[in-house]
């Protein structure tokens, strides 16, 4: 890391500004040199001082200072930096951002800048899950904002839902990434990603569902956005928090599953890595199931299958199609019928079988398999699986106008 990179970091009025003051010391012990301009309403929570100290900078707070504005005005603010980091990125900045309000330094500079900008919001889960809030954030992310989605959790306001701040490690590797200039291949690509189980109600309690934990389509989701790509997450239900820079759909059912990726289209790529769950109840939904004497008999009907949906769309087929097999045997043939049959360009096999301890686990062995042939690869952790096809993917748009 070179010792030019510079952050300019926005800190926001929020709880979650202590939490900067531990980012700053893990960018600056990065080798990262930190600029920090601390709105009023940060600096209710943090003091200029300490912020300082950290920073080993002066901090900046008010557009109107006249000795800032001629030491260092809002435009070189931000034009200094290799990057923008607003944290914590409030209701109230991400609304000034999405609407080009400049009232401020931080807004200003916001607006100034021709560097990536990076926001890692922190409020009340209410608020955050506004309409308002959220076409606000839908607006950022078009305009090639990194969003760091929050977690969800006890808030400080004594609440529980989706509001936290991401941590400072996360929000660090977002910083990383980016800053070390990496490739950025698809970028102006749409990828989309369907990602861990299907939920089929039996009735409103109970339902059918498999081990699928979503990490495998989490980690692709998140490497395809790496490299650039508008990257939309369909997703299932899993207790994953959305990577950082998706744009993440949550769905339950099949069908659901099914109408949000159609919903998505048109995409440039498409990752099916969600184990589907191949039937549901023929008659679901209604009203609870009562113990009567026997027990009731299930009558299943089968789920559309959204890979060979895709793959075989007449009007928006996505350029390159990828399914994935989950095989306990005869893995290579199972996947090459799996190709021929849905359709698609690209079968990602992986042996569940035995001590593999794939469903759920941190690894994955996988094989490629093309109408080329087959590749092996090396068992690796799950990112660096979804690294690996990723950049796989990213070739074949490098030859693709
Ligand atoms: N898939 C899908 N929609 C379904 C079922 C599967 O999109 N309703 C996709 C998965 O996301 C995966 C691929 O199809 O990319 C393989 O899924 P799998 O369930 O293994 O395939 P099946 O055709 O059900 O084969 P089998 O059950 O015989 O193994």
Known sequence: MNDQQRVLLIIGGGIAAYKC???????????????????????????PLSVASLAGDKVYGDLFSLTDESEMGHIRLSREASLVVMAPATADLIAKLANGLANDLASTALLATDKPVIVAPAMNARMWLHPA???????????????????????????????????PDAIL????????DAPRPLAGRHALVTAGPTWEAIDPVRYIANRSSGKQ??????ALARLGARTTLI?????LDAPAGVERVCVESARDMLAATEAALPADVAVCVAAVSDWRAAVGGGQKLKKNGAPP??????????????????????ALVVGFAAETERVIAYAQDKLARKGCDWIVANDVSHDTGVMGGERNTVHLVTAEGVEDWPTASKSEVAARLATRIAGVFARKP
């Not at 299958?305 to 769309?313: A, E, F, Q």
Request: net charge neutral.
């Open 21 to 47: 003051l531990d980012l700053i010391r893990r960018l600056r012990d990065a080798g990262i040199a930190v600029r920090v301009i601390l709105t009023k309403a940060g600096a209710e929570f943090v003091t």
């Open 133 to 167: 809030t959220q076409r606000n954030v839908a607006t950022l992310k078009g305009d090639g904002v990194t969003v760091i989605e929050p977690g969800a959790g006890a808030l400080a306001c004594g609440e529980t839902g989706p509001g936290r701040m991401a941590e």
């Open 173 to 180: 590797s977002v910083i990383l990434d980016r800053l070390a």
């Open 217 to 222: 389509g989490y980690a692709i989701a998140e």
């Open 235 to 239: 997703s299932g239900p899993t207790a």
């Open 297 to 318: 008999s299930l009558e299943l009907t089968e789920n559309p299958d959204i890979l060979t949906t895709l793959s075989r769309h007449n009007r928006q087929r996505p």
